[in-house]
């Protein structure tokens, strides 16, 4: 049980450190809310090598954590949501047996960006923002792919040592 605490302690340190780094060097596509999704690589490589239960306490903590420090309540209502659904997609996709971890990135990118639209849609009362899911969606499974890419890598690596 200790062993398990401390692993889970450990990723979400990991994911919060790739965070921080993300908000630190931005990377700017010219399009506002693009980001790579760095710390969606620890929930990915946990979502295969973890209890669901267990990866998803160490998302739900890592994005309190991260919002608490470095933003506010309406970023960690967005980030949970994007967050939350991203999971479930996430989850779902890998059960089924038949996605690679690059899929099933590129399903949790979108599912993130979706999840943030909706909300964004909820708090401003404004249906205008499906124009902007589009763009979101795009980006959403590039960056899932790539981080499903380092993902694979990773999960690769790790199993080799």
Known sequence: MAKK???CGMLCALAMIFSYVEALVPINF???GIK????NLVVLFGLYRMAPREILAVQIARILLIGFM???GA???YSMAGGLLSFA???ILIRT?????VGVSAAGGAAHNIGQIIVAMAVLRSGGLLYYLSVLMVSGVITGVVMGLLGERVMATVKQG
């Open 70 to 72: 470095f933003g506010s």
């Open 5 to 7: 605490v401390a692993f």
């Open 89 to 91: 997609v996430m989850l």
């Open 30 to 32: 010219g399009i506002p």
């Open 97 to 101: 047996g038949k996605f690679t971890p």
């Open 75 to 77: 970023s960690i209502i």
């Open 36 to 39: 790579l999704g760095l710390a």
